[in-house]
């Protein structure tokens, strides 16, 4: 991993930015797909599956960007408390953004379900057709779904702490690219 700069590069503020209106739609899209019964539900689900694939894409090349270009260092003077909740909640939001679609994916094998991309492109089942494997992801997909909702909301409000109250440029790092002052 080379040096971080002080600010993130363009190709981590894209993904950053991209991934974030996806998943939020993502999260939009998976509350109006199961509150549905309607004929909208089909074309939720129809595009709720293959979102979720992009997005694994999608953050195995920000984890690989991540890991090639590092990032910015946070403020000297942050607490040790903030700083460790700032490497924690990251893990988090990385992990959970892996566990989401492979949970998703193994869920819908494990229900029978094929999994279309677009048209006649399927992805294989990564487990087994189990009836109760799929009421167990199906349940572990919720509370997962639920607690990156509540992961973004705390990633949402440190970013607003840092730019209105400590205005130390953690939020233009990744907003603008702007250097740290």
């Known amino acids: 991993m080379k040096q971080p700069g002080q600010h993130f590069s363009t190709l981590q503020r894209l993904l950053h930015w991209?991934?974030?209106?996806?998943?939020?739609t993502m999260l939009f899209v998976g509350v109006g797909m199961v509150s549905?019964?309607?004929?909208?539900?089909?074309?939720?689900?129809?595009?709720?599956r293959p979102l979720g694939i992009?997005?694994?894409?999608l953050v195995i090349v920000r984890i690989a960007t991540r890991l090639r270009c590092g990032a910015p260092r946070l403020p000297?003077?942050?607490?040790?408390?903030?700083?460790a909740g700032a490497h924690a909640s990251h893990l988090a939001l990385y992990l959970l953004m892996i566990a989401m679609p492979l949970i998703g994916w193994s869920m819908l094998s494990a229900g029978g379900y094929p999994i279309v991309l677009y048209g006649g492109l399927h992805l294989p089942p990564i487990a087994p057709h189990?009836?109760?494997l799929y009421a167990w992801l199906r349940?572990?997909?919720?509370w997962l779904a639920m607690a990156l909702y509540a992961t973004?909301?705390?990633?949402l409000g440190a970013a607003l702490f840092h730019a209105l109250i400590r205005?130390?440029?953690?939020?233009?790092?990744?907003?603008r690219g702007e250097a740290r002052g």
């Open 18 to 24: 991209s991934m974030a209106v996806l998943i939020v």
């Open 36 to 48: 549905t019964v309607s004929r909208l539900h089909e074309a939720l689900l129809a595009l709720h």
């Open 54 to 57: 992009v997005l694994l894409a």
């Open 76 to 83: 000297a003077g942050l607490p040790a408390w903030q700083r």
């Open 130 to 132: 189990d009836v109760t």
């Open 139 to 142: 349940a572990a997909h919720t």
């Open 152 to 155: 973004i909301l705390l990633h």
């Open 167 to 175: 205005r130390d440029g953690v939020l233009a790092s990744m907003a």
